[in-house]
T-cell receptor, first 109, second 111 residues
Framework: QKEVEQDPGPLSVPEGAIVSLNCTYS??????FMWYRQYSRKGPELLMY????GNKEDGRFTAQVDKSSKYISLFIRDSQPSDSATYLC?????????FGKGNQVVVIP | DVKVTQSSRYLVKRTGEKVFLECVQD?????MFWYRQDPGLGLRLIYF???????EKGDIPEGYSVSREKKERFSLILESASTNQTSMYLC??????????FGPGTRLTVT
């Protein structure tokens, strides 16, 4: 089983829709969970991070972590064309950092 | 704002050449990293450093070396470039791994 699994997409949604992204993982030592956004030909930028289980909200973005299911999610409300990017999940624990392969999102005006 | 800069955005080199990729961060971070990113393979860690003159191998160190002589600068060296090293190279720095700041990337083509 891969350490972190993320559906590569692409995921196409109409402007204004809710975007739902998720990752699953196998390493129960992971404690910190992050989401990065990467625009084409740019480096990834940190969007949000959460510690352990629970929800975190930042504007139109909500991150959820369910450690019992080893499942994390990112929701983008009222999606905009400027949200079109690749979203990478990442997880850290016991000095081990692992990234998902990224999920491409296209928001159609 | 944290800034991580990389010496080149695009680079074309010939097989067998020695290639230097430079990375500089301005936030006094202890930790610095080099990744490569390839379609379908995601980010793969090449080397990292937790302190000056200190280096640790990542998941794919073969064919690469690194140098960290100053805290703000972390260099990646391809001793003898090969076509399978054509990739996007990303440098990152962080005060701790949960907040990693990436540079803009260097797209290297080896012909």
């Amino acid at each position: 089983q891969k350490e972190v699994e993320q559906d590569p997409g692409p995921l196409s949604v109409p402007e204004g829709a809710i975007v739902s992204l998720n990752c699953t993982y196998s390493n129960s030592a992971f404690q910190y969970f992050m989401w990065y956004r990467q625009y084409s030909r740019k480096g990834p930028e940190l969007l949000m991070y959460t510690y352990s289980s629970g929800n975190k909200e930042d504007g139109r973005f909500t991150a959820q972590v369910d450690k019992s299911s080893k499942y994390i999610s990112l929701f983008i409300r009222d999606s905009q064309p400027s949200d079109s990017a690749t979203y990478l999940c990442a997880m850290e624990g016991n000095n081990r950092l692992a990234f998902g392969k990224g999920n491409q999102v296209v928001v159609i005006p | 704002d944290v800034k991580v800069t990389q010496s080149s955005r695009y680079l074309v080199k010939r097989t067998g050449e020695k290639v230097f990729l430079e990375c500089v961060q301005d936030m006094d971070h202890e930790n610095m990293f080099w990744y490569r990113q390839d379609p379908g393979l995601g980010l793969r860690l090449i080397y990292f450093s937790y302190d000056v003159k200190m280096k640790e191998k990542g998941d794919i160190p073969e064919g690469y070396s690194v140098s960290r002589e100053k805290k703000e600068r972390f260099s990646l060296i391809l001793e003898s470039a090969s076509t399978n090293q054509t990739s996007m190279y990303l440098c990152a720095s962080s005060p701790r791994q949960v907040a990693m700041y990436f540079g803009p990337g260097t797209r290297l083509t080896v012909t």
